[in-house]
């Protein structure tokens, strides 16, 4: 099981944190791949996808590894409540076979070590229908932006908030740390990653049996560029 570092603290805060971004026209080219059929989405958390998606009238279903991030959605739920397994997306099931399975926002990066990645693969094959895609967002590893010899690279630093990125080049392992100021209050998190490149993760697809159809640099579909800094990529299980 993987340690689960989005406690009620972490849930509670998080669309605030981390919930901004691109969601209309994430939703949108999700609900153009779901080709009207069912969707599950992996770590679904606090439902910053999932709810625009039901909204449009899709059958949604998720998996999440934390219950109180879960306890955010359900707050900003209406009508019938989701089907929500908590468990890892690993090895967790949950029943039907759908047209859509994804995981947005870097978190495949959640699974620190390759065969937890390897089993994420094969939990969405084994979730799909013949056809169906498997949708991936992360980023592209900022490799390239730290200096040779060099493992440490802040992403944030302003009066409210400090963010560090530390890197081991031999695991592809690497953590962000965050701190938080606010008055006089300071709030600390640090998780564990580990990042993957594009190819690794076509080669994990195709462990699964699922074959690369698009790698665009964003929702929007931006072509894919050496100077990309993230991608979403999306897998096809044979008809």
Request: aromatic letters at 10%.
């Amino acid at each position: 099981m993987t340690h689960n570092y989005f406690d009620s603290d972490v849930a509670g805060s998080y669309d605030q944190l981390h919930g901004q971004g691109d969601i209309a026209g994430t939703v949108d080219t999700l609900a153009e791949l779901a080709d009207n059929g069912p969707i599950l989405e992996f770590a679904i958390g606090t439902g910053r996808i999932a709810l625009p998606l039901a909204a449009r009238g899709f059958k949604v279903k998720g998996i999440e590894l934390s219950g109180a991030m879960v306890d955010e959605l359900r707050k900003k739920e209406v009508g019938t409540p989701m089907e929500i397994a908590i468990g890892d997306m690993c090895t967790t099931r949950v029943a039907g076979e759908f047209s859509l399975v994804c995981l947005v926002f870097n978190t495949i990066d959640n699974l620190t070590n390759q065969d937890a990645q390897v089993a994420c693969f094969e939990n969405a094959a084994a979730h799909l229908a013949d056809g169906g895609r498997f949708v991936i967002e992360t980023l592209v590893p900022p490799i390239q932006k730290i200096p040779f010899g060099e493992t440490q690279r802040a992403f944030a630093c302003d009066e409210t908030h400090l963010g560090i990125d530390s890197f081991d080049i031999t695991t592809q392992r690497y953590s962000s740390t965050h701190v938080w100021m606010d008055q006089g209050q300071h709030s600390y998190l640090s998780v564990p990653f580990r990042y993957t490149w594009p190819a690794e993760l076509d080669l994990m697809a195709r462990i699964a049996g699922l074959t690369l159809e698009h790698r665009w640099a964003d929702w929007a579909k931006s072509p894919f560029t050496n100077q990309s800094t993230s991608h979403v990529s999306v897998w096809r299980k044979a008809p």
